[in-house]
Each structure stands twice: as C-alpha cells, then as structure tokens.
C-alpha cells in the first residue's frame, strides 16, 4: 500500500509479464511427459496488462482458509463469508456461499412441507452437518492447491507439472474436477 500507483500498475504488470525459469527437474519431466505422448504446453495465452488503477481504490484483506465451527444456533445461521472464509485461488467463496443458500432453502422448504419450525436447532444443524463436510472439503482442497503452487522446491514444481499434465490429457478427470468445483 506504501507504492504510488504508478508504482502499483508496474509492480502489477511486471508480476504478470515475468517469465520465471524453469528448473532442470521440471524441464526433464516436461521432456518425459511429450515423450510418451502427454502435452505439457497449455493453451497459449497472454496475460493482461493494467493502465492505471483509480486514486483511492486499493484495498488490503486478509487471505487464506478459516471457517466457524458452528454454523448455526437456535433461530440463527450462518452463510457465506460469514460462515467461511477460502483462498480466491480457484474462485471458490462464492460457489460455497451459492451452496449454502441452496441447502439451507431445501431444509426449510422440507421443514415447512412437514409444518415443522424451520427454526428449531435440529433442523438447523442438518443444514450445518451438510454444509460444514461440502465446505471442509473444499476448502482444503483449495488450501493444498495454495500450498502447492506457493513452493519453488524443485521436486515439487517437478510432481506438480506432471499431476497437471496428467489431469490435463484425461477428459474423465478434468470432467470430474469440474463437476466437483460446480457442486
């Protein structure tokens, strides 16, 4: 927060345009992996670049993984952020937040088709059981792929270019991986 903005958009722009080199333990695992026919290059895209930035409009925020160990309480829940708090890396918050929303309404219809108190903490800690095991996982998942991609140990860079390329040349699992983001 201490840089100008001009400073801002440079640091911005160079952290995106920087090309970072490789280690030889990744590179010799890129060259195994196009060997037997697995691609490691993605799509080629270019990353952006930024202008300016508006007087007065950064900000700072904590980031990182943290949750409430009760969602609910009698007559009272807890959603969204207010309920969790997971890394933007993956764009997560707002699917868990949609999530939330989604089986708190289902319970309460169902409670209602049955002309029971919505409110009642049974009820409620249906929706926090459910919601807490979703969450959890993810939020994890999303804190391991933080973690992963946070190191420049050689071994590790070199484990991870070939988990992606894995992942990338199977339709099956890219699909899965996707339907479980979406879920």
Request: proline share 4%; net charge negative.
């Amino acid at each position: 927060m201490g840089m100008s903005s001009d400073e801002f958009v440079d640091a911005v722009n160079s952290a995106f345009w920087e090309t970072h080199p490789r280690s030889i333990v990744v590179q010799r695992a890129s060259d195994l992996l196009s060997s037997i026919g697995m691609s490691t290059k993605g799509a080629n895209m270019l990353p952006p670049s930024v202008g300016e930035v508006q007087e007065g409009s950064r900000a700072t925020f904590p980031l990182g993984f943290g949750h409430s160990s009760y969602y609910v309480n009698r007559r009272c829940v807890l959603i969204g952020d207010a309920a969790h708090r997971i890394h933007p890396l993956a764009g997560q918050g707002l699917n868990l937040g949609i999530g939330d929303i989604d089986t708190l309404q289902r319970l309460v219809d169902k409670s209602v088709g049955l002309g029971a108190d919505y409110g009642f903490l049974s009820v409620l800690q249906e929706y926090e059981t459910e919601r807490q095991r979703q969450n959890l996982a993810i939020q994890t998942g999303v804190d391991l792929l933080h973690r992963l991609y946070s190191t420049q140990f050689p071994p590790v860079v070199a484990l991870r270019t070939l988990g992606l390329s894995f992942v990338n040349s199977s339709d099956m699992l890219k699909k899965f991986i996707m339907s479980q983001a979406a879920a």
